[in-house]
């Protein structure tokens, strides 16, 4: 199993809260909305190109 690695991000106080908002009415954690936002950010630039039996390409 891959390690995971830790980011620390820094957010303002009105990011912060949206971060909140989105996690509980989504029912899911704070860093996998972070995760979520930004692979699609990732996919909308064209870093990643397709996701092969689980591994992602560039």
Partial sequence: MPRKCVVKVVLSKEQREILT??????????SEILRTALMDYAKEL??????VCGAIRF
């Fill in 21 to 30: 908002v989105l996690a509980k009415r989504l029912g899911t954690s704070e």
């Fill in 46 to 51: 064209g870093l990643v190109k397709e996701k």
